[in-house]
């Protein structure tokens, strides 16, 4: 499903396809985030200038996609951006309300996304919201059935808040797909309906066969945050 933007509210919805038997849905909710969620001030703490020039590389890359090639021999595109992390540093908050197999769980995601491009990001964990970029909140979406994360934000989102529908963290192994899934969507990437081959974990329907971030996973990330990345430490080097 795509990833719905607007300047201050945006969302995206995984569907889930967990061992237990459920049907291959497709949901948007729309609201507004006013009082809704915690509230990060993250963004409000950042160098304007490295904003605008996050928001300029963002623009300017004429390419946000992976290109593969299927089966038949047709170009196919995965994992496409609809806007990127304000910052290289991305610190985490878990609502504590979570319970603690959950946070680790949480974790785990978050490095998965680590190693799929060291060097990418600085994942931190920080005590509050207003602290964060990234929020997993322990409020359920019993009105999709998967996950969902809500930005804020156009082209460089202010903050991030994944919520999850409690019901499909039925296993370890439901729970880390989906929460890969939705920290991918606050990395920046939309969902993707091309699962010919099981590419990538941003599938819209997932617990098919893709169980964990995948190579094509990791190629896009790379593609689109490390120049980025390099051209700030070389600039930092000078």
Same mark, same amino acid.
Do not use: C
């Given at each position: 499903?795509?990833?719905?933007?607007? $300047?201050?509210?945006a969302l @995206?919805? @995984?569907?889930m396809?967990?061992?237990?038997a459920?049907?291959?849905?497709?949901n948007?909710?729309?609201a507004? !985030?006013?009082n809704?969620?915690?509230q990060?001030?993250?963004y409000?703490?950042?160098?304007?200038?490295?904003?605008?020039?996050r928001?300029?590389?963002?623009?300017? *890359?004429?390419l946000?996609?992976?290109?593969? !090639?299927?089966?038949?021999?047709?170009?196919?595109?995965? %994992? *496409? $951006?609809s806007? =990127?992390?304000p /910052?290289?540093?991305?610190?985490?908050?878990?609502?504590?309300?979570i319970?603690?197999?959950?946070?680790? #769980?949480i974790?785990?995601? #978050? /490095?998965?996304? %680590?190693d799929a @491009?060291?060097?990418?990001f600085n994942?931190?964990?920080? &005590?509050?919201?207003?602290?964060a970029?990234m929020?997993?909140? $322990?409020? &359920?979406?019993?009105?999709?059935?998967?996950?969902?994360?809500?930005?804020?934000?156009?082209?460089?989102?202010?903050?991030?808040? #994944?919520?999850? %529908?409690h019901?499909q963290?039925?296993t370890? !192994? @439901? /729970?880390?797909?989906?929460?890969?899934?939705?920290t991918?969507?606050?990395?920046?990437f939309?969902d993707t309906?091309?699962n010919?081959? &099981?590419?990538?974990?941003?599938?819209?329907?997932?617990?098919k066969?893709?169980?964990?971030?995948?190579?094509?996973?990791s190629?896009?990330? =790379? *593609?689109?945050?490390?120049?980025?990345?390099?051209d %700030?430490?070389?600039?930092?080097?000078?």
């Open positions: 499903m795509k990833l719905y933007k607007k $300047f201050l509210t @995206a919805v @995984a569907v396809a967990v061992p237990v459920l049907p291959a849905l497709s948007s909710v729309y507004s !985030t006013d809704l969620f915690p990060s001030k993250f409000d703490t950042l160098d304007k200038d490295a904003i605008n020039k928001a300029d590389y963002f623009k300017g *890359r004429p946000v996609q992976v290109p593969q !090639t299927d089966k038949n021999g047709q170009m196919h595109y995965v %994992n *496409r $951006f806007g =990127i992390t /910052s290289q540093d991305v610190p985490y908050w878990i609502d504590s309300r319970p603690a197999k959950q946070q680790g #769980i974790k785990q995601a #978050i /490095s998965d996304w %680590n @491009a060291p060097g990418v994942f931190y964990q920080v &005590d509050t919201p207003k602290d970029y929020m997993y909140d $322990f409020d &359920d979406q019993t009105n999709t059935p998967g996950g969902v994360t809500w930005h804020e934000g156009n082209d460089v989102f202010t903050s991030a808040v #994944i919520q999850v %529908n019901k963290l039925t370890s !192994t @439901a /729970s880390l797909e989906l929460y890969e899934h939705e991918g969507h606050a990395l920046g939309t309906d091309i010919w081959n &099981d590419n990538s974990v941003q599938q819209t329907v997932m617990g066969n893709v169980k964990n971030i995948t190579d094509y996973d190629l896009s990330l =790379i *593609r689109m945050y490390a120049p980025l990345a390099l %700030n430490a070389m600039t930092a080097s000078k």
